[in-house]
């Protein structure tokens, strides 16, 4: 199983990032997806999940400025990110979840400053 996170990088505040997420060796369309981020010093957090029937949530921090789709076709999960803020820097996780297994991805690096 792999989840390989794409799309990361220095942006300057105002700016907009999409973070990609490619699975194989899963059956993509059953898995409910999320995106999460870790901030230095800071424990592991829930950015945006959207499940296999297509329900989003968001964290309160994101909610107007994020976007969350999935792509059955690709086994792609994005993460559309928008008016993006210096508090948004932190490494964004993927992560592909069934109520019998779980499996992460390896990190992608945002970092927003001017």
């Known amino acids: 199983v792999q989840l390989v996170e794409s799309g990361g990088g220095l942006v300057q505040p105002g700016a907009s990032l999409r973070l990609s997420c490619t699975t194989s060796?899963?059956?993509?369309?059953?898995?409910?997806m999320g995106w999460y981020r870790q901030a230095p010093g800071k424990e592991r957090e829930l950015v945006a999940g959207?499940?296999?029937?297509?329900?989003?949530n968001f964290a309160d921090s994101v909610k107007g400025r994020f976007t969350i789709s999935r792509d059955n076709a690709k086994n792609t999960v994005y993460l559309q990110m928008n008016s993006l803020k210096p508090e948004d820097t932190a490494v964004y996780y993927c992560?592909?979840?069934?109520?019998?297994?779980?499996?992460w991805g390896q990190g992608t690096q945002v970092t927003v400053s001017s």
């Open positions: 060796g899963i059956i993509f369309r059953i898995y409910n």
């Open positions: 992560n592909a979840a069934t109520g019998r297994s779980t499996w």
């Open positions: 959207i499940t296999a029937g297509g329900s989003t």
